[in-house]
């Protein structure tokens, strides 16, 4: 399977598809034959059966492609049958802190950098019984990517200190909650909002640490890639079942 790691490192434009209700096997396959790089599940706001889940993040294994999951808090159970299942990146929704982050670090990475328990031989090695245990916990830690997602007012405050960890590989912007953290809802151009915004950019630049954010195509990241935006969560099955429907019956109707 691919390196989500080495992705972020050597690729110009990194880009993944969502998943946020649809876990059958089929639907792996189309994400793949789409070309993206990665498949982020949005753990956070949507509701998935776990053992499905599970069984759904091995399908994208088996087809090449890394799997980056919305923790929905910072659990350490939730993090780890995340990991087990075969995630390799874990995002942090509402980072506010150091604390949050390092406590983040903890779960994800296996001993001496973090608190991980060993369980090798599930999805997160394709059920392979046959490894070097050794080499598979020196490989997750190298490989495991975790992402600070950023989303309010006391975020971009801290996020010097946020971006100090040494761990954290992509500070990732939820611009619609940060609008409303500001008290200024979906006003993405507010010079409030693009003052927070431009912070984050200038932290991470200073931190050397990679930018990412939800967008629903590319006319919308376009911009963003200017400003030196590289990962992108984009549009998922619900969003291209709506606009392809209804897409279609509109041809009907105007022909009609």
């Not at 949005?42 to 993040?57: G, K, M, P, Q, R």
């Not at 399908?59 to 087990?84: D, F, I, M, Q, Y």
């Not at 874990?90 to 296996?110: C, G, H, M, N």
């Not at 989303?151 to 946020?162: A, M």
Request: proline share 5%.
């Amino acid at each position: 399977m691919p390196s989500l790691k080495q992705m972020i490192r050597e690729k110009k434009v990194v880009v993944g598809l969502t998943t946020q209700h649809v876990t059958q096997p089929w639907l792996a396959k189309l994400w793949k034959r789409s070309g993206t790089d990665f498949v982020y599940i949005e753990y956070e706001h949507c509701f998935f059966n776990e053992a499905e889940l599970a069984s759904f993040i091995l399908c994208c294994r088996a087809e090449g492609l890394p799997v980056v999951a919305k923790t929905p808090e910072c659990s350490r159970t939730h993090v780890a049958k995340l990991l087990e299942a075969g995630v390799i990146g874990i995002q942090l929704p509402w980072t506010e802190s150091r604390a949050q982050i390092d406590q983040l670090v903890s779960y994800v990475k296996f001993p001496p950098v973090g608190i991980r328990a060993a369980s090798p031989g599930m999805g997160n090695s394709d059920y392979n019984l046959d490894i070097d245990g050794k080499l598979f916990l020196e490989k997750a830690n190298e490989e495991t990517v975790v992402l600070a997602h950023v989303e309010t007012r006391r975020g971009v405050d801290h996020i010097d200190e946020i971006l100090s960890c040494p761990q954290v590989d992509i500070v990732f912007l939820g611009l619609t909650d940060l609008t409303v953290s500001y008290g200024l809802p979906a006003q993405y151009t507010h010079p409030d909002v693009e003052s927070a915004i431009e912070k984050v950019l200038a932290a991470a630049k200073r931190a050397g640490k990679l930018v990412g954010m939800w967008v629903p195509g590319y006319a919308v990241a376009r911009p963003w890639i200017e400003k030196g935006v590289s990962f992108f969560e984009t549009a998922s099955e619900i969003d291209m079942i709506d606009s392809s429907a209804r897409r279609i019956i509109s041809e009907f109707r105007q022909a009609g």
